[in-house]
């Protein structure tokens, strides 16, 4: 005999939608399922054309607008059946989802089990888009959820107790609440993957996916709580891709700290961002060069004349020279890493490599951006602590 299947739907504010989701639901060739509809205080007329369904197999429940993740919990506690479903209010199943996805459960012996999606937006796509590597989202999948999440909520079927061990969605998640989700069920279960798209995702102009600032918080909130099993720099470049956050002048400093605060060490979080910055504003005048420029300001302000140093001897180490050499500073050396020749010079200036009593001397980084961050790992290794890069995109650009 079938297995009793409850599905989830929570809704709000859906009156032109959710008729197909439910319709979708109730014309599946798989029949032995119950509908539970939580209404999360919609204020359209979404509850109306619900209790217009007079099929047995739903069955309606509302609560005050407290966002989809706590519908979907409350869909949980009120669910009989011993399997776990989950639809979402605008979007579709085909007719076989539930049929092919439990076969292929029970014949591997899994009690998770998701699929590829179909996604209508401007353009019809399927996520993934290598959804043939059944091997990939299968057998790899523990590997990918680490810096990306392919496994939508609408895709996904499980057996209750998955759900009672690993617990309910987490409602601190304004977004991504599939992703850490199944990031839970992952770490206990083998999570079965049927390679062909039974779902059908509708993306809507008010979709909770379109808010930028929902998703900051929810790489917040899943960098905080996954942060030893997530692949962190992954995922901050993934953010830092996809927002607008480099695309006004003042950064949010605020934000980035939290972001930073969930377990970063300073060089890989900062190398990450300026990398970003690099890459993104390479060709303008760029956030980065202001960036540096701040930090540099501050510290030329504390240089003194011999009493600092100038990392490199090419170029842009002479260029620097000068302009410092006319705001009346003067360095003690130039610094290599390595030199051939013991007496050698830069206008007068001694070129040494780094020693120990440098160590807590003001050294000037006078690089291009490729070499800088090298250099700075090398000076940390060397445990210089009083070092700053140049701004050098200017310098960089001038041919003179």
């Known amino acids: 005999m079938e297995r009793l299947v409850s599905v989830i739907i929570p809704v709000y504010n859906r009156q032109n939608t959710i008729s197909r989701a439910v319709d979708s639901v109730l014309a599946q060739s ?84 998701y699929c590829p999606y179909e996604l209508h937006g401007k353009s019809i796509s399927i996520i993934p888009e290598d959804y043939l590597q059944s091997d990939k989202y299968e057998k790899g999948i523990g590997e990918l959820l680490k810096y990306k999440n392919s496994i939508g909520t609408p895709t996904l079927i499980m ?20 992703y850490e989700l199944v990031i839970r069920i992952a770490q206990r279960y ?27 918080e929810a790489v917040y909130q899943l960098l905080k709580k996954h942060i030893d099993f997530v692949d962190k720099v992954k995922i901050l470049i993934d953010l830092l891709v996809t927002t607008h956050m480099f695309d006004i002048t003042e950064l949010d400093m605020d934000y980035l700290n939290l972001i930073k605060s969930t377990g970063f060490t300073d060089n890989e979080f900062n190398q990450t961002v300026i990398r970003h910055i690099h890459r993104k504003y390479f060709t303008v005048v760029s956030l980065l060069d202001l960036l540096q420029k701040k930090e540099y300001l501050k510290f030329e302000n504390e240089l003194k004349t011999d009493q600092f140093a100038i990392y490199g001897a090419g170029v842009l180490a002479k260029k620097i020279l000068k302009i ?68 050098v995109y200017e310098l960089e650009n001038c041919t003179n």
């Open 30 to 113: 798989y029949q032995n399922l119950e509908v539970i509809i939580v209404d999360d205080g919609s204020t359209d007329s979404t509850m109306m054309i619900l209790q217009g369904y007079s099929e047995s197999k739903i069955h309606i429940f509302s609560q005050k607008h407290k966002g989809a993740n706590a519908a979907r919990n409350r869909g949980i506690n009120e669910a009989r059946g011993e399997y776990i479903a989950f639809q979402d209010s605008d979007d579709e199943w085909l007719p076989d989802k539930l049929a092919k996805q439990i076969a292929y459960m029970q014949l591997n012996n899994y009690k998770v089990c």
């Open 190 to 216: 083998q999570i079965g993957y049927c390679a062909e798209a039974l779902v059908r995702a509708y993306r809507q102009n008010d979709s909770i996916t379109n808010a930028e600032e929902s998703y900051k």
């Open 324 to 391: 410092l050499q006319e705001k009346g500073l003067r360095p003690k050396c130039f610094l290599v890493s390595n030199m051939a020749d013991s007496s050698f010079y830069i206008e007068g200036f001694p070129v040494e490599i780094p020693k120990k009593e440098y160590r807590h001397m003001p050294i000037l980084i006078a690089a291009n951006f490729d070499y800088q961050l090298e250099i700075c790992r090398y000076l940390n290794c060397l445990e210089f602590d009083n070092y700053c890069a140049y701004p």
């Open 159 to 178: 057996e209750k107790s998955v759900i009672e061990c690993v617990g309910g969605f987490d409602e601190a998640f304004p977004r991504l609440q599939d």
